[in-house]
């Protein structure tokens, strides 16, 4: 089993950059972000557990993230690649990560860090936007619907902000990166496997730069 691993602060552009480069990788896109989230929304126990953290910008304890994330793996095929995104964010959830791909023959490959100015982050959250159709992500300042308050993709008119995205918890969640989740690059770049990508202006841009980095 191959893995890969984004990391980067809360809005530096995780998600987006997954989905450019799925299809151009044999990657399997696993986000635990979106993973809580339709557990929310589908009020299963693990949402119940997950609800309150996401709303004030916390951390989810690492053991219920761990949960989903070796069911997860645990429903796909030995052969199966996966690129990470927003997991691990804490020292105990790699070391978590390691032991289990460790068990199932696997190893980490890369963990692509993506670099963004702080003032652009902060930007990118508050006018990030998503479609309640089909979940494109939308940015009002960089990169807007083409027609204002429609999706490009599906055509839906509910494009909703995050209920995290607000900016009381967005600097709660930067704060939470800083403490919690910077600390990752250290222990990624002293097991050589880090890589630094752009990812400071278009999706476009970070994609080609991640692409032509990726071994
Ligand atoms: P994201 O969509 O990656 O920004 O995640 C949204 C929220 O889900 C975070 O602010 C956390 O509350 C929670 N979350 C997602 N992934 C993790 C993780 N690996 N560890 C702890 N909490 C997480």
Redesign the pocket.
């Known amino acids: 089993m191959k893995a890969i691993i984004l990391l980067g602060a809360?809005g530096a552009g995780k998600g987006t950059l997954a989905e450019r480069v799925r299809t151009a990788t044999p990657y399997q896109h696993v986000?635990?972000?979106?993973m809580?989230r339709a557990a929310v929304k589908a009020a299963t126990p693990t949402g119940l557990d997950?609800k309150g953290?996401?709303e004030r910008?916390?951390?989810?304890p690492d053991e219920v993230?761990l949960r989903i994330i070796e069911e997860r793996l645990a429903s796909g095929a030995p052969e199966d690649a996966y690129m990470f995104d927003?997991?691990?964010?804490?020292i105990a959830?790699a070391k978590a990560l390691d032991a289990m791909l460790a068990r199932l023959g696997g190893a980490i490959g890369q963990v692509f860090v993506l670099d963004v100015p702080n003032d652009t982050i902060v930007k990118r959250l508050s006018g990030r936007r998503i479609c309640r159709g089909c979940g494109a992500v939308y940015n009002l300042a960089a990169i807007p619907p083409k027609v204002p308050g429609v999706c490009d993709h599906c055509g839906g008119n509910d494009l909703y902000q995050r209920p995290?995205d607000t900016e009381a918890t967005v600097l709660n969640?930067l704060d939470v990166y800083e403490k919690q989740t910077a600390a990752l690059i250290d222990y990624y770049r002293e097991k050589g496997v880090l890589v630094r990508v752009d990812a400071s202006t278009t999706p476009e841009a970070a994609a080609e730069d991640m692409l032509s980095k990726l071994r």
């Not at 927003?86 to 804490?90: A, L």
């Open positions: 809360p986000s635990t972000g979106d809580l997950a953290y996401m910008g916390e951390l989810v993230i927003g997991f691990p964010r804490t959830q995290d969640r």
